[in-house]
Structure formats: C-alpha cells, structure tokens
C-alpha cells in the first residue's frame, strides 16, 4: 500500500519533469531511480528525524533594519556582481544598506515597527509538526532564515546538537528562484561541506511544491472566499501579484521562478473553473529595486492599465509568499490599493496569506513525509545519489541545472595585476578600493555611470 503510494507520487513527479524546469530533473531523476525496493525498508520510527524550514527573515526592530539589509544586499545572489567586481560585494552592500535604510525604517515603522516573518515562520513550524504528529510522524522542526535571526547556521547548530539523522529541507518558497531557496541552499551547501557530522546526515530537499494539491486547492478557497466579499463576484479581477526578480535571472541566468509562477497561476486558475468561477484574471510582478529591468508586467503598471480599461474590481492575491509581510503589509495594502483607487477602480480587496491554514499546513506535512522515503533511499543503495539528491559536494552541479551563467563563468581572472610581491598586492588592493569609492562618490553626485548602468547603485533610491 504505502509502496504504491510512492509509486504513485514518483509519476507524479516524472510529469512534472517534462515541464521542461533542468532542475527537476536533476532532483527527480535521482529520486524515480532510487524510490522503489528500498521504502519498505525504512523505519522512520527509529530515526531522528528533523524538518528544516527556510525563509528569508526580516528585521524585528527598526534597528535591526540597516544590518538586515547588509546581510541580503551581500548576497551574491541578490547582488549579481560580475566576477571581477566581486571584491566590491560587501563595500558595496554597507554602502546600498546605508543609503536604503531610512525609507525601508519608514515602511518597517508603518507595518508597526518591524517584520512579523520570524513569528509567523515559528508558528507555521508548531502548526507543522503538530500536523507531522497526528500523521505518525514525530519529528523535530527548525527554522532557518537568511538574512535575519534565527539564521540558517543557528538551525544548524540545533540540528546537530539534535543529532538528527534524517533531514528534510523545505524552503517555505511555493516557488523557486535563484534569489531565494536557491541562495539559502548555496548557503546550506557551504554549511554541510565544512562539517562531518552533516556531510553523513542523510537530507534531502523539496525544491518547490506550488504544484502540490494542497497548496493549490487552499489558494483556491482563499480566493473563492474573498471573492464573495464583493457585491458582484463575477465581475472581479483576481489580480495575482508575484515579487519580481531581475529579467536577466530568467533570461541569463536560467531561473525558472517565472515559468513557475505562470504554472502555479494556470493551476490555481483550473482549480476555480472547477469550481465554477470563470473569473478573468492577470499575473504582474511587484516589488522591483533599482532601474535594471525586472519581470513584467509590473504590478503598478498593471493596475493603472486595468483602471483605463474601466475594471471596477479588483482582488489582490500575493502568490510568491506564504505569510503576510512588508510587501503584503505595506505595498500591497496601502500603496498598490491608494493606486488603483486613483486609477478607477472602485472595489479592492486582498486575499491574506496561507500562513497557518490547515489544509496548506497538512499538505506540507504530507510533502514531508513523501520525502523522507528518498532520505534514506540515497544511502542505502548508492553513494553518489546520497550526496546528490540535495549535493552536498555538488549542490554546485544542482545549480549549474538551471544557472547558465556561472557554469559559463570562465575562470578566475587576477584583478589589478600591479606587482608581484604580497605588499604590492596588498597595496594596489587598498587603492583600487580607493578608486572605486572615488567612483561611487561621483556616480552619486552625478547619478550616472557604470554601476547605474549595471543597475546596482540605484538599488538604494
Ligand atoms: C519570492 C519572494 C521574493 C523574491 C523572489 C525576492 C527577490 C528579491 N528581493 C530583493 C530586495 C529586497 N527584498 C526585501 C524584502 C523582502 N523580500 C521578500 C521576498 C522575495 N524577495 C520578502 C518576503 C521580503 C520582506 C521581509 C519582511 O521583512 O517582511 C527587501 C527589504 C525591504 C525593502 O527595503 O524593500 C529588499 C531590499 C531583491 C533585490 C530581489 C531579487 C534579486
Ligand atoms: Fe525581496
Ligand atoms: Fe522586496
């Protein structure tokens, strides 16, 4: 029984293959390889089993607001520098972070003086191992943030001292992108690949699951409920507004977040039809940062657009985050709402979060429990699958799946090859950060050049 069941699920997840995502099919075809012969042999029982949930963390005071976006704008996955400006990431984040904090601080203050995202992470992680509990799974769940507390290594830490065995990896993005699950596994990577005991922890990762029945049918009834809000249900538009991330991820460096997010709309969308809600409905991409180009439609855009088509009601559905935030909170409901006010249209409306709702909480936990069969699956019968399934030494061919960009990066180039000697190096070093500082100083007294072309020193208007 609980054998065709995985079976099942393994057919499932073949289909999704063919999406044509390369991600998946570097994760799935390891998973369809290995998943039959070994499940029965498991016992999850006598496993200490643990869930680590990875999220982005956002600033809990507005004190915290300027170091928190140190920590995201020295992302070299937020910031794309090429490589030979790599040098400059963390000078460059101290400096965006500084210039952008006051106007982050007013939205922060706005939504009442920080991000609600660590309380609402921490109650998804009780909703869900409750839910883990009642399914005869016990099992220990962590939250790992990026950019603020409790950071992925604090989890670590916990995991370890734990002793856990078997992990399952569930980064709390329906959708994958390079910038957000994919930067918390480059993290995770280069956590795992320092240390021993969780080099031979066996773990496995859900890359994304906004394709999961759950999450889609909840979506659904949040929609269908805010729906019959309005005085005219069928005459509204439900308005799917996306966080955006820079065209060239998708376009250069293969993210496959918009083909995701377009799948999960269309998805959703059928679900509704099935329900006999033929609403129209539109996709836009919210939350750009600086003048490079994002993916679009972009949201504002977008709603100035449907008011001079004469659209009179509007209904909001953020679609690339599981709980209510800055964006939510503050973008969404005041700015975008004001916006389209202005545009025309008469009635607004916003669906919430899927934050801890049932349906959704225990279709993560089934997600888990699918996943735990390919824990062990790798260790028991191939060396080279355990470490591939989320590759430890090889997280880096699991990126080079769908990042076209850095597996085309050539090699290492030596910058500033002024002398030879260890003090030479060390010297031309400090003066070609003193001409890149002298560079930035005019860049922002004349708002031109380079790094406003490359769109990285806007980032902080
Ligand atoms: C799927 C969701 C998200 C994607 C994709 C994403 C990409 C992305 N974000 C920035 C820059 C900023 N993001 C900020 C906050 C923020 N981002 C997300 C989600 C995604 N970001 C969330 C949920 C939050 C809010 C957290 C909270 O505290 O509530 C911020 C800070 C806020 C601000 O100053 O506006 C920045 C800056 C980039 C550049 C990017 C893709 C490259
Ligand atoms: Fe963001
Ligand atoms: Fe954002």
Request: proline share 6%; net charge negative; charged share 25%.
């Amino acid at each position: 029984m609980f054998q065709a069941h995985i079976k099942e699920k393994t057919m499932h997840r073949d289909v999704h293959l063919h999406t044509g995502i390369p991600m998946y099919e570097f994760l799935c075809c390891t998973l369809a390889k290995e998943s039959e012969g070994v499940v029965e042999s498991l016992n999850y029982k006598k496993e200490n089993v643990g869930v680590l949930l990875l999220n982005l963390g956002g600033p809990e005071t507005l004190e915290d607001v300027q170091p928190f976006l140190y920590n995201l704008f020295a992302d070299p996955d937020i910031i794309r520098l090429p490589r030979l400006l790599r040098f400059l990431q963390q000078p460059l984040a101290k400096f965006i972070s500084m210039m952008r904090a006051p106007k982050s601080m007013e939205g922060y203050a706005s939504i009442g003086g920080g991000s609600p995202l660590r309380r609402i992470t921490e109650e998804q992680a009780n909703a869900l191992r409750t839910a883990l509990e009642e399914k005869n799974m016990p099992a220990k769940v962590y939250v790992g943030m990026r950019y603020w507390h409790p950071f992925t290594e604090e989890a670590i830490r916990k995991i370890k001292k734990d002793r856990i065995s078997k992990l399952v990896v569930l980064p709390l993005y329906p959708q994958f992108s390079i910038s957000t699950s994919g930067s918390s596994l480059r993290l995770l990577e280069e956590i795992f690949r320092e240390d021993e005991y969780l080099v031979n922890m066996h773990h496995t990762v859900i890359p994304s699951w906004y394709q999961r029945e759950g999450y889609v049918k909840s979506m659904a009834t949040l929609i269908q409920s805010e729906l019959e809000t309005f005085q005219k249900p069928r005459e509204v538009m439900i308005f799917f507004s996306a966080h955006g991330v820079p065209r060239a991820y998708v376009e250069e460096a293969g993210d496959p977040y918009k083909d995701e997010m377009e799948h999960c709309v269309r998805l959703i969308m059928t679900e509704l039809r099935l329900r006999g809600i033929p609403n129209d409905h539109t996709l836009a991409y919210q939350s750009r940062v600086g003048p490079v180009e994002w993916l679009k439609p972009y949201t504002d855009d977008t709603i100035r657009e449907l008011g001079r088509r004469g659209v009179k009601n509007l209904l909001a559905v953020p679609i690339s985050f599981v709980s209510e935030h800055i964006e939510t909170l503050e973008e969404i409901d005041v700015e975008y709402r004001e916006l389209a006010l202005e545009s025309g249209i008469r009635n607004w409306g916003r669906v919430p979060a899927l934050g801890c709702e049932e349906t959704f909480i225990r279709d993560l936990a089934d997600a888990v429990i699918e996943a735990l069969p390919y824990v062990g699956a790798m260790a028991v019968s191939n060396l080279e699958a355990r470490q591939s399934l989320i590759p430890l030494g090889s997280v880096g061919e699991l990126l080079a799946t769908y990042d076209t960009q850095r597996r085309e990066l050539p090699p290492p180039v030596p910058v500033w090859e002024w002398g030879w000697t260890k003090s030479a190096e060390t010297w031309n070093g400090r003066a070609a950060m003193l001409a890149v500082l002298a560079l930035l100083l005019l860049e922002v007294s004349t708002g031109q050049g380079i790094l406003h072309q490359m769109g990285i020193l806007p980032l902080f208007h």
